[in-house]
């Protein structure tokens, strides 16, 4: 696994609204996505399922999931919705673009399957539960209004309140689908957690924000903020670069492991692998949490403040 890369901490993806919490926190943004850059790589590195006109062949499956995709999957603390809108005219609608929401509904299996009980699927569309308020609703653009019906292609993802939308999806942009869905699922788990921390800021928060500034009164709520975030981040940062050495390393020991050519030393080596990223995962998770308990408790302080 290679660092993250700062330049993309701060990606807030293509296809994403972002009308409910994207681009306001930085660090909650992100705390699955220790291979943020990696994901969008692999993906689009793979060349097999599609052909130059984004097609796909009748002879191959769609690929699995990506890693960093199950990951987040794995990780999920509460129930995540994912509400596919696909509605389309087909007197005004490619069929290249009905194939592709097909491929969607092929992707979207393969996050039911791997989320079990965390993800469900609710598929909207003409000849099932389809409902142009209902799509409008969850942030989901009609199109093709001047060709015929109004069309809508989308994805919403709601965990206990909190939305991300993917507002029109379109098949240039087929081959980062994945990476985009599993942000906006990170996302929606991320400020559903927050929005549960914000009630909850403890004594000790509390006084270790007092601690960090004494002199509170002289200290506005945004400069405040930014300096909280820019410490968890300056942690955040750190804890990738110390998982990455220890991934590396076991990494090594599996290479090592496989030119044994030793069954028992490769599914020991992998297993230890697969600890190491579960734990540095929880790590993250743990450093942002605490970085937006921080800032709830300063924006209580300073609310209460006379």
């Known amino acids: 696994m290679n660092a993250l890369p700062t330049d993309k901490i701060e990606d807030e993806g293509r296809q994403c609204s972002g009308q409910h919490t994207c681009g306001r926190k930085i660090i909650p943004a992100l705390v699955f996505f220790l291979a943020g850059a990696a994901l ?3 993906w689009f590195s793979r ?3 599609h052909d130059a006109a984004g097609v796909a062949s009748n002879a191959q499956k769609p690929p699995a999931l990506l890693e960093a995709t199950r990951s987040v999957l794995q990780h999920l603390d509460s129930p995540v919705e994912i509400r596919f809108y696909s509605s389309l005219d087909a007197s005004s609608v490619p069929e290249s673009v009905q194939a592709f929401a097909g ?17 469900r699927v609710t598929r909207c569309n003409s000849s099932t539960n389809f409902s142009a308020k209902a799509a409008q609703a969850d942030d989901i653009r009609a199109f093709n209004n001047d060709k015929g019906d109004a069309c809508f292609l989308g994805i919403a993802v709601e965990c206990d309140g909190q939305k991300q939308s993917l507002s029109h999806l379109a098949p240039e942009w087929e081959q980062a689908l994945e990476p985009d869905l599993t942000r906006a699922i990170a996302r929606a788990a991320e400020a559903n957690a927050g929005a549960k921390s914000q009630t909850r800021s403890d004594t000790a928060t509390l006084d270790a924000v007092k601690r960090l500034f004494p002199n509170l009164e002289a200290v506005s709520l945004e400069a405040g903020t930014k300096v909280l ?6 942690q955040f940062k750190q804890a990738v670069e110390e998982m990455n050495v220890k991934v590396k390393e076991a990494q090594e020991r599996l290479i090592q492991a496989q030119g044994d050519q030793s069954e028992a030393s490769q599914r020991a080596a992998t297993e230890e692998l697969r600890r190491i990223q579960a734990k540095g995962t929880d790590k993250l998770k743990q450093i942002a949490i605490n970085t937006h308990l921080q800032v709830a ?10």
């Open 40 to 42: 969008s790589a692999v």
């Open 47 to 49: 060349n097999g399922w």
């Open 103 to 119: 491929r969607v509904d092929q992707l979207l299996a393969q996050y039911e399957q791997a989320g079990g009980d965390r993800v």
């Open 229 to 234: 975030r820019d410490a968890g981040l300056a």
């Open 297 to 306: 408790a300063l924006q209580q302080l300073k609310k209460a403040a006379p």
